[in-house]
Nanobody
């Protein structure tokens, strides 16, 4: 399973960005897809996740500002980020878990940089 993330970049505080991640390769289905982030010197943390039946989970620091969504048919997950803050700056990683495939995962994308200038 390969995960290709896109959409990162540089944005001013208060601005918005949309991340996308497409899963490809040999698998039957993916139960959970999500986004994690890692800032320099910090541990990787959950940003948001979503299951096939649309159950969502958000990190406390992004609740009310970020929205995760998913297109099952296209094996794509999105992260709409609004009201961005400097502390949201990090490398954002796409994640796929509980994959119906030879190996169930989890799988990780290559990461996309999000930088928020204050």
């Amino acid at each position: 399973v390969q995960l290709q993330a896109s959409g990162g970049g540089l944005v001013q505080a208060g601005g918005s960005l949309r991340l996308s991640c497409v899963a490809s390769g040999s698998f039957f289905s993916i139960d959970a897809m999500g986004w994690y982030r890692q800032a320099p010197g910090k541990q990787r943390e959950l940003v948001a996740s979503i299951t096939r039946d649309s159950r969502t989970n958000y990190g406390d620091s992004v609740k009310g500002r970020f929205t995760i969504s998913r297109e099952i048919v296209d094996n794509t997950v999105y992260l709409e980020m609004t009201n961005l803050r400097a502390e949201d700056s990090a490398v954002y990683y796409c994640n796929a878990a509980r994959v119906l495939a030879t190996l169930p995962g989890p799988y990780w994308g290559q990461g996309t940089q999000v930088t928020v200038s204050s």
